[in-house]
T-cell receptor, first 114, second 110 residues
Framework: EAQVTQNPRYLITVTGKKLTVTCSQN?????MSWYRQDPGLGLRQIYY???????DKGDVPEGYKVSRKEKRNFPLILESPSPNQTSLYFC?????????????FGPGTRLTVL | QKEVEQNSGPLSVPEGAIASLNCTYS??????FFWYRQYSGKSPELIMS????GDKEDGRFTAQLNKASQYVSLLIRDSQPSDSATYLC??????????FGAGTRLFVKA
């Protein structure tokens, strides 16, 4: 089954404790992206990756890091989480050559930073 | 700052009616436009994409694009209670950067 998976689905942590949210897709997509979703603000792009070892900042990259060492994986790293990073996070992937930028979203990770 | 604006709603329509959802965008260079549906607690799923001016129909859904007015709309005919969700307008501004609107909540009353 074609899908994007994220782990963990729910996470409660404390300020300053480094964490990683994993994202994996099995569709051989080149493009992957991370978004956060907050009430009234919609989805905002954090980082995106056009291919292995190629990443770039979205609209709200501060406080986040990403890496793309393999095509299927695109982890989101919070080196020192703060309460304003409490949000719902989505990973997405697409293959622009086939689906004209149609993005497939993972199930989401609800993060709470105390 | 590139923006995508949507009326947050809620938009309430009776079952069987036409629901009309609207979206405006600020970047004139945008080429690709999308409507995603998001049920409460779920991830967004694509329902329509449109790339050229005019109408595009897919079943009960019609997307309309007017690049001169920087306006995108989604019409849902014969609305069903199962259409109740938040509808997100998304615009690809080029270079793999996608801007989403905040979404319009739609309620279809049985």
């Amino acid at each position: 089954e074609a899908q994007v998976t994220q782990n963990p689905r729910y996470l409660i942590t404390v300020t300053g404790k480094k964490l990683t949210v994993t994202c994996s897709q099995n569709m051989n997509h080149e493009y992957m992206s991370w978004y956060r979703q907050d009430p009234g603000l919609g989805l905002r792009q954090i980082y995106y990756s056009m291919n292995v070892e190629v990443t770039d900042k979205g609209d709200v990259p501060e406080g986040y890091k990403v890496s793309r060492k393999e095509k299927r994986n695109f982890p989101l790293i919070l080196e020192s989480p703060s309460p304003n990073q409490t949000s719902l996070y989505f990973c997405a992937s697409s293959d622009p050559d086939r689906a004209a930028d149609t993005q497939y979203f993972g199930p989401g990770t609800r993060l709470t930073v105390l | 700052q590139k923006e995508v604006e949507q009326n947050s709603g809620p938009l309430s329509v009776p079952e069987g009616a036409i629901a009309s959802l609207n979206c405006t965008y600020s970047d004139r260079g945008s080429q690709s436009f999308f409507w995603y549906r998001q049920y409460s607690g779920k991830s967004p799923e694509l329902i329509m994409s449109i790339y050229s001016n005019g109408d595009k129909e897919d079943g009960r859904f019609t997307a309309q694009l007017n690049k001169a007015s920087q306006y995108v709309s989604l019409l849902i005919r014969d609305s069903q209670p199962s259409d109740s969700a938040t509808y997100l307008c998304a615009v690809d501004t080029g270079g793999f950067k996608t801007i989403f609107g905040a979404g319009t909540r739609l309620f279809v009353k049985a």
